[in-house]
């Protein structure tokens, strides 16, 4: 989901199940949970919504902790086991994969105040003060082009 979304580790992490509308495709972080303290719409698209749907777990949360009422806080020991595993960069963490995925909005010609809107960074300037569109339509453009490009590169046969 990181990867598909752009969004930061923890936001994904502590995902609620209430966050999500699953009519409109639509997952709203809460303000206290983005780094700018706004909420922040993310149009789902349908590898995201695939996903979702099937870690429901009968729990308020996607990623539950051991205590099925609060969201996984662990993740970095997570995160390490998987780097380990894998046998990832050593530098490797889950940040990478926002400047993976932001990389390829440009890749993908998205506008770059889309792609950044789509990755939640704030703007900053005249634009900061004075846009306050949401881009909503145009974020879900560019993650459905993402999320093309990412199921053409795993599905990728590299024999």
Known sequence: LC????????EVLQ?????????LGIWTIPGERTKNE???KVPL???????????????????PSPRPSRPMSQFRRWIDTLRDDLKFEPDWTCHTLRHTMRSRLSEL???PHVAEATINHSQRGIAGTYDHF??????????????SKLTE??????T
């Open 3 to 10: 990867l598909l979304t752009g969004q930061r580790a923890r």
């Open 15 to 23: 995902i609620a199940l209430a966050e999500v509308d699953f009519e």
């Open 38 to 40: 706004l909420a922040h």
């Open 45 to 63: 698209a349908p590898t995201a919504m695939n996903l979702i749907e099937g870690l429901k777990n009968g729990t308020p949360f996607l990623f």
């Open 109 to 111: 010609h998205v506008l």
């Open 134 to 147: 949401g881009y909503l339509d145009e974020k879900r453009d560019a993650l459905t082009r993402w999320d």
């Open 153 to 158: 590169i795993v599905s990728h046969d590299v």
